[in-house]
């Protein structure tokens, strides 16, 4: 085997196990367990609770029903996501391979794979593994539709339905879907308008197709895109910190993650750049386009859609200009290039690496939390969940069963849960997430004047989301 293919094995390799370490390594997260219990409940109840509280489509949940049935293990759905994650990296590969070289298409794959947030992101059962697989195959066909001229008719068809049902998936998977299609339709509007025709009329399709969505999706609306109160009043900043949240997660910044993201906009703003020379006239440069039109819309509409995994495309966005500027680079100044890459490789290698083997920066414990309520609690125990959103993920460890729980799912009134906090001579507090649903801290408040500690367990990590605090009160 040749030094070449070596590195290349290597690279797949690496990327391939931190993947795996990722995706079935990590706790189940809260989201996932609820996307689990949700695809358990009749359709009825499925749909109104996606309408009410969900705020997304039901293509996924509707994809899971059929495999509840099977009693099937949490890894064989991380499973299907690590399969998906691994068909995008091929597919961003592919696309950049066809609109530049191979080469930049190895780079980009690679990078991709070894950006934090879609490691960490795509290994989830939840939309955003799925929703990236679609975007990214509906790239890949619009490509092949528009860089080979020798496609007989019948195979040219065939891949505009192939190209249509992605939009479609991408629609009824996740919302963020009308931001990548839209991005394709301006791109072949100002840049190949032999396909703008077509593209709009499969676009048109779609839309009649989902229009049995559009009441649910108007009641959502109403309240969906503002659960990340971190970022109102600071929609500038959230714009500003973007590239380190959409690459890294950096949604609360110290010193050090601000210097991150000033090297990130400098990589991705000199990246873009050398992609606008190098091919200008491709779809690679609107790859991130769905990020921009987000936020956008975020400002226009007031909502606070700056979080992490809203931008998902940006990160791969940026993985595949990065292929295209050092593949630019290996053509005109290989010395630089070489330089380039090692310092590049070797920093998302490390970025990487900590993020994936250090434990701070995985989910909640809820393994862990599960194990302290089995063997501390007794019967007559009343298990307070501030907030409720740990429900599902302690049912799934079989945490809670037989015990009363008194679960917190928005602002609670003093007089509704005092009197259960009173009734129990033991409560177990669980706070995970607390201030966007208990920002007054009733429940802690009221149980610390009328009980006495007796027991606190406290489990932290990096990111202050997946901080649960653990304590028992008694009379």
Same mark, same amino acid.
């Given at each position: ?9 290597? !690279? ?68 299907? &996501?690590?399969?998906?994650?691994? &068909? ?13 070289? &191979? ?8 990078? &991709? ?24 195959? !509906? ?12 496609l007989s008719a019948n195979l040219r068809c065939a891949l505009w339905l192939g190209w249509t049902i992605c939009v479609a998936a991408q629609w009824y998977t996740d919302y963020l ?8 339709l301006v791109f072949v509007a100002f840049v190949r308008r032999d396909a703008f025709a077509r593209a709009l009329a499969g676009t048109a399709v779609v839309a009649i197709a989902w ?236 149980? !610390? ?27």
């Open positions: 085997m040749n030094a070449s293919r070596l590195f290349v094995t290597a !690279s797949i390799a690496l990327l391939v196990a931190l993947r795996a370490v990722e995706t079935f390594g990590r706790p189940l997260q809260v989201d996932e367990a609820y996307t689990l219990w949700y695809a358990h409940l009749p359709l009825h109840d499925m749909f109104v609770r996606l309408a009410m509280r969900d705020v997304h489509p039901p293509l996924l949940f509707l994809l899971l029903r059929p495999l509840d049935g099977l009693a099937l293990g949490d890894g064989v759905y991380r499973a299907i &996501a690590f399969a998906l994650s691994l &068909a995008s990296l091929w597919l961003l590969f592919a696309i950049v391979r066809m609109w530049f070289d &191979a080469r930049a298409g190895f780079i980009a794959a690679v990078c &991709a794979g070894l950006i934090p947030n879609l490691i960490f992101y795509d290994s989830w059962i939840r939309m955003y593994a799925l929703f990236d697989f679609e975007a990214l195959l !509906s790239v890949w066909l619009l490509s092949v539709l528009l860089t080979r001229a020798d879907g009308f931001m990548s299609v839209a991005a394709q229009l049995p969505q559009l009441p649910v999706f108007a009641q959502q609306t109403r309240f969906g895109g503002t659960a990340f109160e971190v970022f109102r009043g600071r929609e500038g900043l959230a714009v500003t910190l973007l590239p380190g949240n959409a690459i890294i997660g950096n949604m609360h910044p110290s010193a050090g993650e601000l210097a991150q993201d000033a090297i990130l906009w400098f990589w991705l703003v000199a990246a873009f750049a050398v992609t606008l020379v190098a091919a200008g006239r491709s779809i690679l440069p609107w790859l991130a386009a769905p990020s921009a039109l987000l936020v956008v819309f975020s400002l226009a509409s007031h909502k606070l859609l700056y979080a992490d995994r809203y931008h998902l495309l940006l990160a791969y966005g940026f993985a595949a200009w990065t292929g295209v500027a050092l593949s630019y680079a290996w053509r005109r100044v290989p010395s630089v290039a070489v330089t380039a890459t090692a310092v590049a490789g070797a920093a998302l290698i490390a970025l990487a690496a900590v993020h994936v083997l250090d434990p701070d920066f995985t989910t909640a414990p809820w393994p862990a939390v599960a194990a302290i309520l089995r063997s501390q609690t007794h019967p007559g125990d009343l298990l307070a969940l501030d907030q409720g959103n740990s429900l599902w993920v302690l049912q799934r460890e079989h945490a809670i069963d037989d015990r009363a729980v008194l679960a917190v799912f928005g602002p609670p009134r003093a007089n509704d849960v005092n009197g259960h906090l009173d009734a129990a001579r033991r409560v177990f507090y669980v706070g995970f997430q607390t201030p966007p649903v208990d920002p007054e801290q009733i429940v802690y408040d009221h149980l !610390s004047r009328t009980k006495r500690p007796v027991a606190v367990w406290q489990f932290t990590r990096t990111l202050p989301e997946e901080h649960v605090l653990v304590e028992l009160f008694a009379r």
